[in-house]
Protein backbone atom coordinates (compact mmCIF):
# COMPACT_ATOMS: atom_id res chain seq x y z
CA UNK A 1 0.00 0.00 0.00
CA UNK A 2 1.70 3.03 -1.37
CA UNK A 3 -0.67 5.89 0.22
CA UNK A 4 0.82 9.37 -0.62
CA UNK A 5 3.78 9.36 -2.98
CA UNK A 6 5.66 12.30 -4.05
CA UNK A 7 7.81 12.83 -6.74
CA UNK A 8 11.24 13.77 -6.87
CA UNK A 9 12.02 13.59 -3.59
CA UNK A 10 15.12 16.77 -4.27
CA UNK A 11 15.40 18.99 -7.36
CA UNK A 12 17.69 22.10 -8.06
CA UNK A 13 16.24 24.53 -10.20
CA UNK A 14 17.47 27.90 -11.66
CA UNK A 15 15.44 31.03 -10.73
CA UNK A 16 12.71 31.35 -13.38
CA UNK A 17 12.31 27.65 -14.48
CA UNK A 18 9.45 26.06 -14.61
CA UNK A 19 8.61 22.23 -13.03
CA UNK A 20 5.89 20.07 -11.44
CA UNK A 21 5.73 18.26 -7.96
CA UNK A 22 3.54 15.63 -8.57
CA UNK A 23 1.66 13.57 -5.94
CA UNK A 24 -0.56 10.29 -6.22
CA UNK A 25 -2.22 8.55 -3.44
CA UNK A 26 -4.24 5.20 -3.76
CA UNK A 27 -6.19 5.11 -1.10
CA UNK A 28 -9.60 7.10 -3.04
CA UNK A 29 -9.63 10.18 -0.89
CA UNK A 30 -11.25 13.23 -1.96
CA UNK A 31 -9.02 15.40 -0.32
CA UNK A 32 -5.71 16.76 -1.35
CA UNK A 33 -3.98 19.60 -0.41
CA UNK A 34 0.07 20.87 -0.58
CA UNK A 35 2.10 22.68 2.07
CA UNK A 36 5.30 23.91 2.46
CA UNK A 37 7.67 24.17 5.40
CA UNK A 38 10.01 26.67 6.12
CA UNK A 39 12.79 26.53 9.30
CA UNK A 40 10.47 28.36 11.59
CA UNK A 41 7.54 28.73 9.75
CA UNK A 42 5.83 25.96 10.41
CA UNK A 43 3.60 24.48 7.78
CA UNK A 44 2.04 26.81 5.47
CA UNK A 45 -1.18 25.43 2.78
CA UNK A 46 -0.41 26.61 -0.83
CA UNK A 47 -3.56 25.37 -2.21
CA UNK A 48 -6.19 22.42 -1.37
CA UNK A 49 -8.74 20.04 -3.08
CA UNK A 50 -12.32 18.61 -2.40
CA UNK A 51 -12.45 16.53 -5.20
CA UNK A 52 -11.73 16.06 -9.24
CA UNK A 53 -12.02 19.20 -10.52
CA UNK A 54 -12.19 21.29 -7.34
CA UNK A 55 -9.66 23.50 -6.61
CA UNK A 56 -8.90 26.76 -4.17
CA UNK A 57 -6.41 28.69 -2.76
CA UNK A 58 -5.05 28.23 0.47
CA UNK A 59 -3.10 31.04 2.74
CA UNK A 60 0.47 30.88 0.21
CA UNK A 61 -0.63 30.49 -3.14
CA UNK A 62 0.83 32.81 -5.27
CA UNK A 63 3.45 31.80 -7.59
CA UNK A 64 1.83 28.22 -7.73
CA UNK A 65 -0.92 26.35 -9.79
CA UNK A 66 -2.84 23.22 -9.15
CA UNK A 67 -5.13 21.14 -10.87
CA UNK A 68 -7.37 18.14 -10.35
CA UNK A 69 -8.07 15.86 -13.15
CA UNK A 70 -8.43 12.73 -11.40
CA UNK A 71 -9.36 11.61 -7.73
CA UNK A 72 -5.74 10.12 -7.48
CA UNK A 73 -3.14 13.44 -8.53
CA UNK A 74 -2.92 16.50 -7.68
CA UNK A 75 0.17 18.15 -8.99
CA UNK A 76 1.99 21.46 -8.03
CA UNK A 77 2.84 23.67 -10.38
CA UNK A 78 5.66 26.03 -10.32
CA UNK A 79 5.69 28.22 -13.22
CA UNK A 80 8.87 30.44 -12.91
CA UNK A 81 10.30 29.19 -10.19
CA UNK A 82 12.14 31.95 -7.33
CA UNK A 83 14.70 31.81 -4.50
CA UNK A 84 11.97 32.75 -2.53
CA UNK A 85 10.25 29.17 -3.26
CA UNK A 86 13.20 27.22 -2.19
CA UNK A 87 11.47 24.91 0.63
CA UNK A 88 10.24 21.20 1.47
CA UNK A 89 7.16 20.33 0.04
CA UNK A 90 4.18 17.96 1.60
CA UNK A 91 1.73 16.60 -0.04
CA UNK A 92 -1.82 15.54 2.13
CA UNK A 93 -4.87 13.72 1.97
CA UNK A 94 -7.72 13.29 4.01
CA UNK A 95 -10.77 11.36 4.22
CA UNK A 96 -13.79 13.62 3.18
CA UNK A 97 -16.61 12.84 6.23
CA UNK A 98 -13.32 10.88 7.83
CA UNK A 99 -11.87 11.71 11.08
CA UNK A 100 -11.84 15.11 10.50
CA UNK A 101 -8.16 16.79 9.79
CA UNK A 102 -6.71 13.49 10.01
CA UNK A 103 -4.30 13.90 7.37
CA UNK A 104 -1.83 11.44 5.48
CA UNK A 105 1.36 13.13 4.29
CA UNK A 106 3.66 12.10 1.44
CA UNK A 107 7.66 12.04 2.57
CA UNK A 108 8.06 15.49 0.83
CA UNK A 109 9.82 17.44 -2.19
CA UNK A 110 13.06 19.04 -1.31
CA UNK A 111 13.02 22.05 -3.65
CA UNK A 112 16.34 24.78 -4.24
CA UNK A 113 16.03 27.44 -6.52
CA UNK A 114 19.11 29.02 -7.35
CA UNK B 1 -7.72 34.10 11.16
CA UNK B 2 -6.49 31.89 13.69
CA UNK B 3 -3.11 31.51 14.29
CA UNK B 4 -1.25 28.74 16.29
CA UNK B 5 1.77 29.41 18.89
CA UNK B 6 4.35 26.84 20.09
CA UNK B 7 6.61 29.17 22.76
CA UNK B 8 9.12 26.08 22.91
CA UNK B 9 11.31 25.77 19.64
CA UNK B 10 13.41 23.01 21.63
CA UNK B 11 13.12 20.78 24.25
CA UNK B 12 15.08 17.34 25.66
CA UNK B 13 13.87 14.72 27.98
CA UNK B 14 15.53 11.37 29.37
CA UNK B 15 14.43 8.43 28.33
CA UNK B 16 11.63 7.04 30.46
CA UNK B 17 10.67 10.32 31.81
CA UNK B 18 7.77 12.51 31.19
CA UNK B 19 7.96 15.82 28.95
CA UNK B 20 4.99 18.56 28.25
CA UNK B 21 4.61 20.47 24.93
CA UNK B 22 2.85 23.87 25.16
CA UNK B 23 0.06 25.11 22.58
CA UNK B 24 -1.56 28.39 22.44
CA UNK B 25 -4.29 28.97 19.71
CA UNK B 26 -6.06 32.04 19.05
CA UNK B 27 -9.73 31.78 17.44
CA UNK B 28 -13.43 33.42 17.59
CA UNK B 29 -15.02 29.99 16.63
CA UNK B 30 -16.69 27.73 19.26
CA UNK B 31 -16.21 24.53 18.24
CA UNK B 32 -12.96 23.75 16.52
CA UNK B 33 -10.34 21.16 16.28
CA UNK B 34 -6.97 20.31 17.50
CA UNK B 35 -4.46 18.17 16.90
CA UNK B 36 -0.57 17.59 17.49
CA UNK B 37 1.62 15.93 14.69
CA UNK B 38 5.05 13.99 14.80
CA UNK B 39 7.27 14.99 11.85
CA UNK B 40 10.35 12.02 12.96
CA UNK B 41 13.36 12.28 11.20
CA UNK B 42 13.42 12.32 7.78
CA UNK B 43 10.25 10.48 7.96
CA UNK B 44 6.47 11.40 7.15
CA UNK B 45 4.67 13.56 9.43
CA UNK B 46 2.08 11.30 11.53
CA UNK B 47 -1.02 12.18 13.24
CA UNK B 48 -0.11 11.61 17.12
CA UNK B 49 -3.70 12.91 19.10
CA UNK B 50 -6.71 14.92 17.87
CA UNK B 51 -9.54 16.55 20.22
CA UNK B 52 -12.69 17.98 19.54
CA UNK B 53 -13.24 21.19 20.77
CA UNK B 54 -17.15 20.43 22.63
CA UNK B 55 -15.89 17.64 24.27
CA UNK B 56 -14.83 18.12 27.86
CA UNK B 57 -12.54 14.68 28.14
CA UNK B 58 -9.21 15.18 27.46
CA UNK B 59 -7.88 13.20 24.72
CA UNK B 60 -5.24 10.01 25.58
CA UNK B 61 -3.84 8.15 23.28
CA UNK B 62 -1.60 5.00 24.99
CA UNK B 63 1.53 7.50 26.25
CA UNK B 64 0.05 10.64 24.77
CA UNK B 65 -2.20 12.95 26.29
CA UNK B 66 -3.61 16.31 25.97
CA UNK B 67 -4.62 19.04 28.46
CA UNK B 68 -7.24 21.13 26.92
CA UNK B 69 -8.46 24.44 28.44
CA UNK B 70 -10.55 25.36 26.07
CA UNK B 71 -11.68 29.39 27.78
CA UNK B 72 -7.43 29.59 28.11
CA UNK B 73 -7.09 28.70 24.47
CA UNK B 74 -4.25 25.92 25.48
CA UNK B 75 -3.67 22.49 24.18
CA UNK B 76 -0.45 20.96 25.67
CA UNK B 77 0.62 17.39 24.75
CA UNK B 78 1.72 15.00 27.59
CA UNK B 79 4.42 12.47 26.52
CA UNK B 80 5.15 9.67 29.54
CA UNK B 81 7.33 7.33 29.37
CA UNK B 82 9.19 8.52 26.88
CA UNK B 83 11.30 6.33 24.54
CA UNK B 84 14.15 7.36 21.95
CA UNK B 85 11.19 7.01 19.17
CA UNK B 86 9.65 9.85 20.69
CA UNK B 87 12.41 12.04 19.28
CA UNK B 88 11.13 14.16 16.10
CA UNK B 89 9.40 17.48 15.41
CA UNK B 90 6.02 18.00 16.87
CA UNK B 91 3.72 20.32 15.53
CA UNK B 92 0.06 21.58 17.25
CA UNK B 93 -2.42 22.33 14.67
CA UNK B 94 -5.85 23.73 14.08
CA UNK B 95 -9.04 23.26 11.81
CA UNK B 96 -12.21 24.94 12.02
CA UNK B 97 -15.44 22.85 11.55
CA UNK B 98 -14.72 21.15 7.87
CA UNK B 99 -16.93 22.98 5.11
CA UNK B 100 -17.59 21.28 1.88
CA UNK B 101 -14.75 18.55 2.04
CA UNK B 102 -12.21 20.93 3.49
CA UNK B 103 -9.62 20.16 5.89
CA UNK B 104 -7.62 23.17 6.36
CA UNK B 105 -5.41 22.69 9.15
CA UNK B 106 -3.41 25.54 10.77
CA UNK B 107 0.01 24.68 11.86
CA UNK B 108 2.22 26.17 14.64
CA UNK B 109 6.02 26.14 14.15
CA UNK B 110 6.88 23.58 16.02
CA UNK B 111 8.88 21.81 18.87
CA UNK B 112 11.95 20.03 18.43
CA UNK B 113 12.30 17.12 20.78
CA UNK B 114 15.15 15.08 21.49
CA UNK B 115 14.83 12.00 23.98
CA UNK B 116 18.41 11.29 25.63
CA UNK B 117 19.66 7.69 26.45
Known amino acids: NAGVTQTPKFQVLKTGQSMTLQCAQD?????MSWYRQDPGMGLRLIHYSVGAGITDQGEVPNGYNVSRSTTEDFPLRLLSAAPSQTSVYFCATGIAGGRAGELFFGEGSRLTVL | AQTVTQSQPEMSVQEAETVTLSCTYDTSENNYYLFWYKQPPSRQMILVIRQEAYKQQNATENRFSVNFQKAAKSFSLKISDSQLGDTAMYFC??????????????FGKGTKLTVNP
Open chain 2, 93 to 106: AFMKLPQGGSEKLV
Open chain 1, 27 to 31: MNHEY
